[in-house]
């Protein structure tokens, strides 16, 4: 393999490849990055099992061939590279980068190691606004849950219907639903639930003017648009049934200033507990009273001026539950429902006439239980 190739180019198709390289493998050959030349350029994959990322970069190719180099490394080199073109060249199982007067020779591992990645036909799949697909991503993913006791948890379920698409995450204590209007796309309704690790890369990688392809094969996801392509694994599993869990009747409403409501919960949250996080919050005419006892540190009270004309609340959550719903809604005033101390909340975006209409957000918080 000999190719040439500017530092540039070099340097952004390692950057891309390097997020699916895992830090700690049993598997020498996943730390490196897989090299492809051929006709009119060089493409770099690097993967971690479950996600893998492939991207093309033009270079002038004098002799095909592949092989597989330390990915992390390489990412280092070039970093520091000048600005001129980079010769790479490969001697049996080495590689060596020249450029300018630097020369740094690396060992590689045969491409014929690295695992194959997923075979895809984008032919046969379908197309994503980049702008629509990164916005579901962004607030929704957050909510994933972290823990291994419920597999299906630990992703985004994407549903994709006539019309519309949607995503969905939830953790048993927090949830986050968008749905947006498509126009005809499907004739039958999917539903993926792909993993946040590949949808991080999908954010990273794509751009919001990009018209996004994507298709499945099997078990297995991909996106693609330009020279970039992004592989997942699907977790496996059938989501729960989240409709219903979101309550229909909650009708005691506050509207709140967004900025206002985050400072006010970061301030008392300093003195919750460390285990619990939990805050005491009490609604009356038109104030919102927040309240933190923790017997082994202190005290905390706060209060704001809010719309709430309902019968008096007293509730209990998380704080750190309601700083992130909080943190991805996307206007400045938000809307709060609730039913009892004991039932789900949820927290909507009060939009302006106008704004991103057939657009919907919805986050939901299940709350505490308050000590007396």
């Known amino acids: 393999m000999h190719f040439t190739i500017s530092r540039q180019n070099l340097h952004e198709g390692l950057s891309a490849v390097s997020a699916s390289i895992p830090s700690k493998t049993t598997l020498p050959v996943l730390s490196n990055v897989l090299f492809h030349a051929g006709d009119g350029g ?55 980068l020249r450029c300018g007067r630097a020369l740094f020779k690396l060992h590689g591992l045969p491409a014929e190691d690295f695992p194959a990645l997923p075979e895809i036909d984008f032919e046969s799949g379908w197309a994503a606004a980049g702008s629509q697909l990164l916005k579901l991503i962004r607030h929704t993913a957050f909510a994933v849950s972290t823990e291994e006791t419920r597999p299906v948890l630990n992703g985004v379920l994407w549903e994709l219907r006539d019309g519309e698409m949607r995503m969905v995450a939830t953790n048993g204590h927090r949830l986050a639903r968008m749905r947006i209007p498509t126009g005809p796309s499907l004739e039958a309704t999917t539903q993926l639930i792909v993993p946040p690790a590949a949808l991080q890369q999908v954010q990273k990688l794509f751009k919001g003017d990009d018209d996004i392809h994507v298709s499945r094969s099997g078990n297995h996801l991909g996106f693609r648009t330009g020279g970039v392509e992004v592989y997942t694994r699907l977790v496996e599993g059938t989501y729960p049934n989240y409709e219903q869990v979101i309550p229909r009747d909650n009708d005691r409403i506050a509207i709140v200033d967004r900025r206002p409501l985050e400072s006010a919960i970061k301030r008392v949250a300093a003195v919750a507990s460390d285990q619990t996080h939990r805050i005491r919050l009490e609604f009356s005419a038109d104030r919102m009273v927040f309240n933190v006892l923790t017997p082994d540190l202190g005290e905390a009270h706060d209060e704001l001026e809010v719309a709430y004309d309902a019968e008096p609340l007293t509730i209990g959550f998380n704080a750190n539950y309601l700083l992130e719903v909080l943190r991805y809604m996307p206007t400045d005033e938000v809307r709060l429902a609730f039913k009892a101390p004991e039932r789900a909340a949820t927290v909507e975006p009060v939009r302006k006439e106008g704004e991103e209409e057939g657009e919907e957000y919805l986050c939901l918080v299940m709350p505490l239980r308050l000590l007396d």
């Open 42 to 96: 060089v493409s770099m994959s690097g993967t971690d099992l479950d996600v893998a990322v492939r991207v093309r970069v033009p270079a002038e190719v004098e002799t095909p061939g592949t092989l597989t180099a330390p990915g992390r490394k390489l990412q280092e080199i070039v970093r520091e590279l000048p600005d001129a073109p980079v010769k790479v060249q490969t001697r049996g199982d080495q590689i060596e």
